[in-house]
């Protein structure tokens, strides 16, 4: 253990590797003082291993099992958060459902960081022209009502996982693209990207070894406050019918098919609600963690 | 190697244009080192960056090595001319390691033998393979500017411009930084133009002085000429009077 952290931490790294582990480790010893943001880590942590465990912790088969006998049954040990109008366990859905709202948020990550990047990277680093068509783009993206345009989009395209991530990412990327930009510029003048152009460096090398690292951190930050808004959207889009379809366990859904029980069976809307709450909490925690190692870093 | 005829440059276009720079003319021939004095806006450090390619020149010519140069410049034409900035805190990439650094022109130039030039560059700037993989955070300025001259040495360009490589350091490291530029000058016949404000700094490097005021060049004199105070043009003996520490050396 102290061998490893001497290593983690030598002033003097013999290789690529240890250099980039060390700042990573130091990094890390930053975060982890943050009692936030652990517990949000801690958060996130556990609904990504909840996920991928899903089948060892729940019984798949009951997600979906209807037992209208035993509807609406309070929480107690054999069904540990309830059952539902259709007497299917709660407890097993909330955990599959876990992979279905995880999935859309990296999916939707996956679309949102390179489209931002990609519009916004340019136009902070060409400026001109180029940054004016860019961003006019952005701000045309950026003047929808986020939640309506996905609606719109989830209802013209049928409702479903897949159109609700395209629908999401659709509104989600304009702040990414402004950022990537705003941090661009400000690096656009920097004397070391100045060097790297008086070395011949191309203009899709220097963004892409010279800018991109360095707006990466805050891209980071962003997406992971974002995160609990992409959750929101997608158990609202859930809730109105138009994501994740029956009999598919999705936490909105779940909330929605509860509503009508709210007063007498309030587990069946609450537990998922619960769920939402405590993961775009973390995923916040989170956030607000990362934004405050990467300030004292700086 | 260096021949600059007429040159004006101007900042902005049109009728709100500001000339900069007007109707520079000088030639370093090979291996010479030339500096260029002049108080902060006399438009020194724009001539350097117009020589390295950075900003366009509105009119006259350039050329480097005799081949006419624009700002628009070849992978190779970029490879003979090198510069060393001011400041060894903003010339340095603040999330790369030394090795990163050094690492960039051997792979824009696909140079051979990457590996070996990493480490033939830092020998000769006098760090060792301690630092090679250290963030410019780990570093103190004088290093910085050490890995800042092993990287526009990495290409071995002909030509190296300084655009006041020591200002932004304590004086003691100075006087180290000068000491390597002068040794890796005499190794591999570099051709010098060099910019800064410190006349004594200009003296201990370079031969021929420019003496530079609103733009123009005043005059063009030597480095004995000027410790012996033997200059022509006013503006040059007020600088000399406000550099009193160089008059009594």
């Known amino acids: 253990m102290t061998a490893a952290r001497t290593w983690l931490l030598d002033p003097a790294p013999a290789s690529r590797m240890q250099a980039r582990c060390g700042r990573w480790f130091r990094a890390w010893l930053g975060f982890r003082r943050n009692k936030l943001a652990m517990t949000g880590l801690g958060i996130v942590l556990l609904l990504v291993l909840m996920a991928v465990f899903a089948p060892l912790i729940a019984d798949r088969q009951a997600t979906t099992l209807q037992d209208l006998g035993n509807r609406l049954q309070p929480v107690s040990w054999q069904h540990l958060f309830g059952t539902d109008e259709l007497g299917r366990d709660i407890f097993a859905r909330v955990v599959f459902g876990s992979r279905i709202t995880l999935t859309i948020v990296a999916m939707v990550a996956l679309i949102v960081v390179p489209v931002g990047l990609a519009i ?85 090398r220097i963004i892409a070894t010279q800018i991109v690292p360095l707006c990466l951190s805050s891209v980071i930050i962003r997406l992971t406050l974002d995160m609990a808004g992409i959750i929101l959207t997608a158990a609202g889009l859930g809730f109105l019918g138009l994501g ?19 007063l007498d069976q309030w587990w069946v809307a609450t537990i998922p609600g619960l769920a939402i709450f405590i993961v775009s909490l973390g995923f916040n925690l989170l956030g607000d963690g990362l934004r405050d190692a990467g300030d004292s870093r700086s | 190697m260096i021949g600059l005829d007429n040159v004006t440059i101007a900042y902005g276009t049109g009728t709100r244009a500001v000339i ?6 000088l030639s370093v021939p090979e291996g010479e080192a030339v500096g260029l004095v002049g108080e902060s806006g006399s438009g020194k450090s724009t ?3 117009a020589v390295a390619g950075l900003i366009p020149h509105a009119k006259g010519e350039i050329a480097l090595a005799g081949v006419r140069v624009d700002r628009r410049r070849t992978t190779a034409q970029r490879k003979t001319t090198q510069m060393v900035f001011q400041d060894p805190y903003g010339s340095l990439h603040p999330n790369q390691t030394v090795d990163q650094i050094l690492a960039l022109p051997v792979a824009i130039h696909r140079l051979d033998r990457g590996e070996a030039r990493i480490v033939q560059a830092l020998t000769e700037v006098g760090l060792g393979r301690e630092h090679r993989y250290r963030y410019p955070h780990q570093l103190s300025g004088g290093q910085r500017q050490r890995v800042a001259i092993a990287r526009a040495l990495i290409l071995e360009p002909r030509i190296l411009l300084l655009d006041e490589p020591t200002s932004a350091l304590d ?10 530029l002068a040794r890796l000058r005499r190794e591999r016949g570099l051709t010098l133009l060099m910019v ?18 609103a733009g123009r060049l005043v005059e063009i004199t030597t480095a004995t000429a000027m410790a012996k105070s033997q200059v022509t043009h006013d503006y040059t003996r007020e600088l000399l009077r406000s550099n009193a520490g160089f008059d009594r050396s």
């Open chain 1, 120 to 204: 916004g990277l340019p136009a902070g680093y060409f400026g001109g022209i180029v940054d004016k068509v860019l961003m006019r783009l952005t701000d045309i993206f950026l003047a929808f009502p986020r939640l309506v345009l996905a609606l719109a989009f989830a209802a013209a395209l049928g409702p479903g996982i897949e159109n609700a991530v395209i629908a999401i990412a659709l509104t989600a990327w304009p702040p990414y693209a402004r950022l990537a930009r705003a941090e661009t510029m400000t690096r656009r003048r920097a004397e070391f990207i100045q060097a790297a152009e008086l070395q011949g460096a191309s203009a899709l």
């Open chain 1, 244 to 262: 994740a379809q029956p009999p598919a366990p999705e936490w909105g859904a779940m909330v929605s098919s509860g509503r009508q029980v709210l």
């Open chain 2, 20 to 25: 900069a720079v007007h109707d520079f003319t």
């Open chain 2, 47 to 49: 001539v350097l960056r």
């Open chain 2, 171 to 180: 004086v003691s490291v100075q006087a180290e930084i000068l000491n390597l």
């Open chain 2, 196 to 213: 800064s404000h410190d006349l004594a700094v200009i003296a201990h490097l370079c031969e021929r002085i420019g003496v530079m005021s």
